[in-house]
């Protein structure tokens, strides 16, 4: 497991995505103004600490997930941003199909204008770690969050740093309990990682041990375990430290995995085989559909085939009465597409739907990512497909659907 098909929300100061770490690495970018709205950019580093976040996530050499793909929003030009920022950043990495988000960044006191995006993560099943701050003093919100992961420091000697954030949080409406915080510790002293322009550099903070224990998670994640689940094998297989601000202790990977892999039973039952959908609702945003046809056909699969516009596209009464919905998407969908169409495919995967979301993009690795999302399953298909040939295309098309059938 090295994170693959896992997608990590980076919302930090940018990301030089020509680093030779993280090329090939970055699948969405926006920059997100000071009033909130998220601008899809090209992507770059308006400082240096996002690229070394980034690094510690997916780099090649410096990362702990390299195979995962970051989903980067700049929320903190030249390193400071607004709540306004930071909160949009959160709705923009979430509406690109995240598994974790990691931020390296924190305010001081209680907001509670974190709790409904922090609810939103819980129903879609997104793992929030975020760091818990540099004072060594109170903890940072959202860090300090019951329900999130709040990630100290330790040094190579697993003590825990003076000036990571630690103690007690009380948090009124709506949880009306007291928290401890951090939750968990891990490496963030004198670590090596990129920064702009192909360089390398060593830092200290816990927005170090933030991206190593988000890149970790994904690791976890990688073998198909749930959020939810990975949360708590981390939690209850931690490195107790006698330290006060070590939480329940040092990650160890290992263990969370060994907690997550019971012993396999003398004979395991048989797997059943998928049941068969016999139809689909292939919604086309653009002409090339003929790989798309063909996968389907392999499959036994029968089709409805609706050309759609942006002023003219299939409601959410027309794509339920379909268990798989194919939509071959425009280039430029993701400043196109309102929030209320999103909305309603979420919607539309949350109680049992399937959806396949198909969008080219000249010059990047064809990628294939599958997330599950309440009762459904949803898997979008990216990169240039038009580098391969058209049976390429069909094959891989053809395994992507059967995985989401499954």
């Known amino acids: 497991m090295r994170g693959q098909g896992i997608r990590i929300g980076h919302l930090d100061t940018g990301v030089d995505a020509a680093h030779p770490d993280l090329r090939g690495k970055i699948v969405a970018f926006a920059e997100v103004s000071a009033d909130g709205v998220a601008r899809v950019a090209e992507p770059y580093d308006s400082s240096l600490h996002g690229t070394y976040t980034a690094g510690l996530l997916v780099g090649n050499h410096v990362g702990v997930a390299p195979e995962a793909r970051l989903v980067s929003a700049l929320v903190l030009p030249g390193g400071y941003g607004t709540l306004a920022q930071v909160l949009g950043g959160l709705d923009w990495v979430l509406e690109q199909n995240v598994h974790i988000v990691s931020m390296s960044l924190g305010l001081e006191g209680t907001q509670n204008e974190f709790v409904p995006v922090i609810e939103r993560m819980r129903q879609m099943g997104v793992l929030p770690v975020f760091a818990i701050g540099n004072s060594g003093g109170a903890p940072a919100t959202p860090g300090n969050m019951p329900g999130v992961l709040g990630i100290g420091a330790i040094d190579s000697a697993n003590r825990v740093a003076g000036f990571s954030s630690r103690g007690e949080v009380r948090w009124g409406t709506p949880y009306n309990t007291v928290v401890q915080k951090p939750d968990l510790v891990a490496p963030g002293v004198d670590v090596r990682s990129s920064i702009p322009g192909g360089r390398y550099m060593s830092m200290s903070?816990?927005?170090?041990?933030?991206?190593?224990?988000?890149?970790?998670?994904?690791?976890?994640?990688?073998?198909?375990?749930?959020?939810?689940?990975?949360?708590?094998?981390?939690?209850?297989?931690?490195?107790?430290?006698?330290?006060?601000?070590?939480?329940?202790?040092?990650?160890?990977?290992?263990?969370?995995?060994?907690?997550?892999?019971?012993?396999?039973?003398?004979?395991?039952?048989?797997?059943?085989?998928?049941?068969?959908?016999?139809?689909?609702?292939?919604v086309i945003e653009t002409p090339e559909t003929a790989a798309i046809q063909k996968a389907l056909?392999?499959?036994?699969?029968?089709?409805?085939?609706?050309q759609a516009s942006p002023d003219k596209r299939p409601g959410a009464g027309e794509i339920a009465q379909y268990p798989l919905v194919v939509w071959v998407l425009p280039p430029d969908w993701s400043q196109r597409w309102p929030e209320a169409q999103r909305k309603m495919l979420r919607a539309y995967v949350e109680q049992g739907g399937r959806l396949v979301l198909i969008a080219s993009y000249p010059g990047q690795q064809p990628l294939a990512e599958s997330s599950t999302f309440g009762k459904g399953r949803a898997s979008f298909v990216s990169g240039d497909l038009d580098s391969l040939s058209l049976e390429q295309r069909t094959q891989a098309l053809r395994g992507v659907i059967q995985q989401i059938l499954r």
């Not at 949360?231 to 263990?255: E, F, M, V, Y």
């Not at 056909?297 to 609706?306: F, K, P």
């Open 205 to 282: 903070g816990t927005s170090v041990s933030t991206a190593i224990a988000a890149g970790g998670a994904a690791l976890l994640m990688s073998g198909g375990f749930k959020a939810e689940q990975v949360r708590q094998a981390l939690l209850n297989s931690a490195l107790p430290l006698s330290a006060t601000g070590s939480g329940k202790g040092a990650i160890r990977l290992g263990d969370a995995l060994a907690a997550l892999k019971p012993a396999p039973p003398d004979s395991p039952p048989a797997a059943k085989p998928p049941t068969p959908l016999k139809t689909a609702l292939l």
């Open 297 to 306: 056909e392999a499959l036994e699969l029968s089709s409805t085939v609706v």
